[in-house]
């Protein structure tokens, strides 16, 4: 069983930058995809950007050119950067592993944009 710990949310100000990371307990090549999922109060789960096993990355249309998806495969980490953070991008960000069909969630980190 795969687990994940995401960490690195918080409070920034409209415009601004932070980096998510994302602890996995497995070797990441062994993980089919890995990706950023963010839920906003009162909305559905909705995907942020993948990476699958050989790095192709996915992003949703919302953080094209704003947000970037990366892994350190040595540390078995995977990382979230986002910059011209905006209000609408305030939500719990979670990591998620699909590993041969079978997907695994980490417990959220909390990113509230807002000055």
């Known amino acids: 069983q795969v687990q994940l710990v995401e960490s690195g949310g918080g409070l920034v100000q409209p415009g601004g930058s932070l980096r998510l990371s994302c602890a996995v307990s497995?070797?990441?090549?062994?993980?089919?995809?890995m990706g950023w999922y963010r839920q906003a109060p009162g909305k559905q789960r909705d995907l942020v950007a993948t990476?699958?096993?050989?790095?192709?990355?996915n992003y949703a249309d919302s953080v094209k050119d704003r947000f970037t998806i990366s892994r350190d495969i040595a540390k078995n980490m995977v990382y979230l950067r986002m910059t011209s953070l905006k209000p609408e991008d305030t939500a719990v960000y979670y990591c998620?592993?699909?590993?041969?069909?079978?997907?695994?969630w980490g417990q959220g980190t909390q990113v509230t944009v807002s000055s």
């Open positions: 990476v699958t096993r050989n790095g192709v990355t």
């Open positions: 998620n592993a699909d590993r041969f069909g079978a997907q695994t």
């Open positions: 497995a070797n990441i090549f062994t993980i089919t995809v």
